[in-house]
């Protein structure tokens, strides 16, 4: 079947969306504000770990029918293993919790009276916030209505609103660039890519818009993918404009505001400058829009998976689930869940990207049984063990691999990747057989 024009909009719309978060908000101008004069090469990294690869995880992810049928290409326990470690990460565990958190203790908590019970409003706060995300995601198949339609178009609005109002009356000066961003501006932009969480998030999406497409009654194959891959450049399209809009802000004020420690404060004090008081109640509405939908597309995809699991319980049973675990973690604060979000990254978004990379090209990597257990195994376990660099008692094994370039940096696992590669190829030579002990087993999600 063959989608109107407005209709496609609309999928796109809800792509971006669902990706556009907390961290979204924050990373950008925090990168501008640190770059200073660097700030577009620190973009241009920025771009590849925070557009394209999350662009292409969801093409990934529709073409292998979900994360699940890719990461089992690895072997059966792998498969398991991750997915359910990526469900949880970018979900209950971690992602959705700081969707949450972020809005209220970076664009509410900072006007309350000095006097205030913090832990009584951030529980209010995200008690009704969770409460409208499960509402929402309790009927997955009207999001496209609800985020396409409603949401997503009141969130571009305010953003193009704050820009331009930038634009016309922001207060402006340029600094040099600080701490990494002086000599290493690409990489470290390439790096702060990962703490937007979107080539993880979108292992998980790529299912939400399959779905979505199939509600629309497009069940073709390539029709699926075909529209997949419109969705993408769209929406992907729309994030680097915005990254864009939010770095230049950072860039331009770089030398007006003290550096703090994430780009909320950034934007808390552009919104300040141009519209007073009443700049609260439009940052507040940015940060919760934002976060609200990605918060429900996280809901909707992990709760999809997880009803595939059990006949026991159905996929509301695992919306109320995870919602309810998501709230309880979310008022452990901000700052707790931060902690936990980086070592967790370091030690996972390598082998994300890596699965997306293979899934790529995985029309041509069929025949070979070596390259996906190899290459995988091999950069999840430098990749752990970085992450674990300093932790007490394990600094050693990080000390063994620091001859591999750019190790420092988080980077390490790059020539790992590419050895491992040319290895299996080699090995495929010598003995080439069909690989893909996972078989594909049809998913039927019962939404109630």
Not at 286 to 294: E, G, K, P, R, S
Not at 412 to 421: F, K, R
Request: proline letters at 4%; aromatic letters at 14%; glycine letters at 8%.
């Amino acid at each position: 079947m063959k989608l109107s024009k407005r209709k496609m909009m609309l999928v796109s719309f809800m792509l971006f969306s669902l990706f556009f978060g907390a961290g979204n908000l924050i990373f950008p101008p925090f990168l501008g504000q640190n770059a200073g004069e660097n700030t577009l090469f620190a973009l241009l990294g920025f771009l590849i770990t925070a557009v394209v690869l999350p662009v292409l995880g969801v093409i990934v992810i529709a073409k292998c029918n979900g994360l699940d049928k890719l990461s089992g290409k690895v072997n059966k326990q792998f498969a398991f293993v991750f997915t359910i470690l990526i469900y949880l990460s970018i979900g209950p565990g971690l992602g959705i919790p700081r969707a949450a958190s972020v809005p209220f203790e970076m664009a509410i908590a900072p006007y309350l009276p000095a006097d205030s019970s913090f832990g009584m409003y951030m529980l209010l706060y995200s008690l009704i916030f969770f409460l409208i995300a499960g509402w929402l995601a309790l009927n997955p198949n009207k999001l496209l209505d609800r985020v396409g339609r409603v949401l997503t178009p009141s969130l571009l609005i305010l953003m193009v609103f704050l820009f331009f109002s930038f634009l016309i009356g922001g207060k402006t000066e340029v600094a040099p660039a600080q701490g990494a961003y002086q000599n290493t501006a690409f990489v470290t932009g390439f790096l702060e890519g990962y703490n937007t969480m979107d080539a993880i998030a979108a292992l998980n999406f790529g299912l939400v818009i399959v779905t979505t497409l199939n509600s629309l009654k497009v069940k073709e194959k390539k029709d699926v993918m075909h529209y997949t891959v419109y969705a993408g450049i769209i929406a992907g399209s729309i994030l680097t404009l915005i990254y864009a809009a939010l770095s230049f802000m950072g860039m331009q004020s770089s030398a007006v505001y003290e550096i703090q420690g994430n780009g909320a404060w950034t934007l808390r004090c552009i919104v300040d400058q141009l519209f007073g008081n009443v700049g609260a109640i439009v940052l507040a509405t940015i940060f919760t829009l934002a976060c609200l939908t990605t918060c429900v597309g996280l809901i909707t995809s992990i709760s999809q998976y997880f009803s595939t699991l059990t006949t026991k319980l159905k996929y509301r049973h695992w919306v109320y689930i995870i919602v309810t675990f998501s709230f309880a973690i979310c008022n452990q604060g901000l700052n707790t869940i931060l902690s936990i979000s980086v070592p967790v990254l370091n030690a996972i978004y390598p082998t994300a990207i890596v699965l997306i990379l293979l899934g790529l090209f995985d029309k041509w990597l069929q025949n070979n049984k070596f390259i996906y257990p190899l290459t995988v195994f091999t950069v999840s376990i430098v990749s752990i063990i970085y992450s674990l660099k300093d932790v007490a008692g394990l600094g050693f094994l990080s000390d063994a691999l620091s001859f591999l370039p750019f190790y420092s940096a988080g980077m390490g696992w790059v020539l790992v990747a590419l050895v491992m590669v040319v290895l299996s190829l080699v090995l495929a030579k010598f003995k080439p057989t069909a690989v893909s002990e996972y078989k594909e087993q049809p998913q039927n999600v019962d939404f109630e």
